[in-house]
């Protein structure tokens, strides 16, 4: 038996000149590539390479199936959208070594980092990012309300600039709209909130609006909300636009 | 007078695999390249290209060259390391478009984005970001003590996995003990805690403690310290070293 191996890789935002050099060259290297369907219909078709695309929510199961393939002597590469680390593939892939065939802790496991969303959406519309940031994910079915809300709480109070990913959930439909209840209770009414709907994909559209005037029933699987700190700010473009960015220096501009 | 443009580029932590294909483009058709020196220097020089290298601390100063060679007609790359959006030179470059000449506001100004240090320093470790995370500049001078202090308590106390740039202040040398003297009045003393060092450059070093055994003074203008949270966890390998990674869920592994 050869010694397999797995590469965890991020994909970035999109196109393909968003993914860096390193993660092109570790997918094209793969025997078997594993990730969500959509992930893996971006990458062509290679000859002699094996594509397992699988739902969504399905991570640890997906995870398990790269381990064995690599256990069984394949270079596999597990894709993720964005980076790999942020919300993604790479900490299902660990949870399953540590909880899985002890085997698994013998194989070469790499991560090859990614343009995370967050990132994207910030190159799009300035610079939100320019100061201190909080991101979260409201995905997960097992984090309780508790610590959300916990965590909203906190990083509003504390003033950060504020990242939302997977704000819709089908199960929990009223989630996102309870987290901003809790940031009008903190934050002031007129903080920049951004809906990024896609960003740098086919049918993107981004949202630029208020605390007081957002929607968040617009948010859907694709969106990444971002919330400004006091200090996030509009410049006016010479084009009738406006760039979005937070100042390096707390308070300086003031 | 044709009309210039701005690119703002990350380079990702240091590698050209770990540059975008976007980015490394974007670079080679620039005729002006302006950026901190060691940005500058990871460049080949490109025959008909300048190169306008400046100084640490001068980021303001260099986004108004960039705005003025644009506004001559120039294509200029502006250069940051990693993401130029996370505490680098996008926000320089707002700032400046906001408080100066009102013709800067008519330029073509794109962000490119890069790998942020965090993500380079999260995948070589595994997955530390794979749950909620907060990240913050150490390195700001006009940023008050009374508000470090703030943010650095809030995201403890809620249990975020945290990342500090720029760590290491000459100004300020202090500082980095008094952010430590705060983790450890609230975090628990084996939470897991790292000091990454020119990751993916030439002279990494990675030191992987706990919050109880951290000497901040280790930490250099190249370092990224990241603080786990509660859950974040160490995953023996099979050759004696370990993963480190954050479970997608709260509370499941308890």
Redesign the interface.
């Known amino acids: 038996m050869s010694a397999g191996r797995i590469d965890i890789v991020?994909l970035?935002?999109g196109?393909?000149?968003?993914?860096?050099?390193?993660a092109?060259?570790v997918v094209r290297a793969a025997r078997d590539v594993v990730g969500y369907a959509p992930y893996i219909d971006r990458l062509p078709a290679l000859p002699g390479q094996m594509r397992h695309a699988s739902d969504n929510r399905v991570?640890l199961e997906r995870a398990r199936r790269a381990l064995d393939l690599a256990l069984g002597g394949a270079r596999v590469a597990v894709v993720s959208g964005g980076?790999?680390?942020?919300?993604?593939m790479?900490?299902?892939?660990?949870?399953a070594?540590?909880q899985g065939d002890p085997r698994w802790?013998?194989?070469d496991?790499?991560?090859?980092?990614?343009?995370?969303a967050m990132?994207?959406v910030?190159?799009?519309l300035?610079?939100?990012?320019?100061?201190?940031?909080?991101?979260?994910?409201l995905s997960?079915n097992?984090?309780?309300w508790d610590?959300i809300a916990?965590?909203v709480?906190?990083?509003a109070?504390?003033?950060?600039v504020m990242a939302f990913y997977n704000p819709a959930s089908k199960t929990r439909p009223h989630l996102i709209h309870d987290v901003f209840k809790l940031l009008r209770g903190v934050k002031a009414p007129e903080t920049i909130t951004v809906f990024a709907h896609a960003v740098s994909r086919p049918g993107e559209r981004i949202d630029v609006t208020t605390l007081a005037d957002a929607d968040p029933s617009v948010a859907n699987m694709s969106t990444l909300v971002l919330v400004g700190s006091s200090e996030t700010?509009r410049?006016?473009?010479?084009?009738g636009g406006c760039?979005i960015?937070?100042?390096?220096?707390?308070?300086?501009?003031r």
């Open positions: 991020g970035g935002p196109p393909h000149d968003l993914m860096t050099f390193a092109d060259a991570e980076d790999p680390g942020v919300f993604a790479a900490a299902a892939v660990f949870e070594v540590e802790r013998t194989l496991i790499e991560v090859h980092p990614g343009v995370s990132l994207a910030a190159a799009r300035g610079a939100p990012l320019g100061h201190d940031f909080a991101v979260l994910s997960d097992l984090k309780p610590m916990r965590r709480t906190a990083a109070e504390a003033d950060f700010r410049v006016a473009r010479g084009n760039w960015y937070s100042p390096r220096s707390y308070g300086a501009l």
